[in-house]
């Protein structure tokens, strides 16, 4: 069974501060690992899919990564514009769908 | 108008109501989804459909009945619901289904069982 575990579960930064945000995964034969961000009231934004293991990929001050077990989004200087949710989601082989995790709530504070 | 879009944004309803939730894509694509979102739960996929017909059904209660008339359309009907129902509910679509596909999400409709 395919399987996403983010964590840490909240992150509180300051603005400025440098960090990054785990998602670990389980999956049969991955086909694409999913960032996006969920701000309080809004769905899912779609920002990142990744395909293979040492692939990376950028947009502003996020960047995510990918090995065979896990995902990383670092966030470098962030602002407080970036505090959302972030999720995390895998798609297996076929026509599986995807699994989400539960998310990690991020706060930067001015 | 661009992208996924729910209406309505909110809906308060009695156990022994009937309502119906909507969606519309204009992306041009051809595999639609209906999730239900709830506190500290990740995402649950209720329904999939994939160019007009219904390829999942995830054990969803038959209180919540999914209707895709067309590709860029998406009803979930809704009627006799309890407490433990309300959340979030996300209509999604992409390209394709599968094949690693992201999938483009609206702003949800939130939903209160009284």
């Known amino acids: 069974e395919d399987q996403v575990t983010q964590s840490p579960e909240a992150l509180r930064l300051q603005e400025g501060e440098s960090s990054s945000l785990n998602c670990s995964y389980t999956v049969s034969g991955l086909r694409g690992l999913f960032w996006y961000r969920q701000d309080p009231g809004k769905g899912p934004e779609f920002l990142f899919t990744?395909?293979?293991a040492g692939e990376e990929k950028e947009k502003e001050r996020l960047k995510a990564t990918l090995t065979k077990k896990e995902s990383f989004l670092h966030i470098t200087a962030p602002k407080p514009e970036d505090s959302a949710t972030y999720l995390c989601?895998?798609?297996?082989?076929?026509?599986?769908?995807?699994?989400f995790g539960k998310g990690t709530r991020l706060s930067v504070i001015a | 108008e661009t992208g996924v879009t729910q209406t309505p944004r909110h809906l308060v309803m009695g156990m022994t109501n009937k309502k119906s939730l909507k969606c519309e894509q204009h992306?041009?694509?051809?595999?639609m989804y209906w999730y239900k979102q709830s506190a500290k739960k990740p995402l649950e996929l209720m329904f999939v459909y994939s160019l007009e017909e219904r390829v999942e059904n995830n054990s969803v209660p038959s209180r919540f009945s999914p209707e895709c008339p067309n590709s860029s359309h998406l009803f979930l009907h809704l009627h006799t619901l309890q407490p433990e129902d309300s959340a979030l509910y996300l209509c999604?679509?992409?390209?394709?289904?599968?094949?690693?596909?992201?999938?483009?999400f609206g702003d949800g409709t939130r939903l209160s069982i009284l």
């Open positions: 989601a895998v798609q297996g082989r076929g026509n599986t769908p995807l699994v």
């Open positions: 992306l041009g694509h051809n595999a």
């Open positions: 990744l395909y293979s």
């Open positions: 999604a679509s992409s390209q394709d289904r599968g094949w690693g596909q992201p999938q483009h």
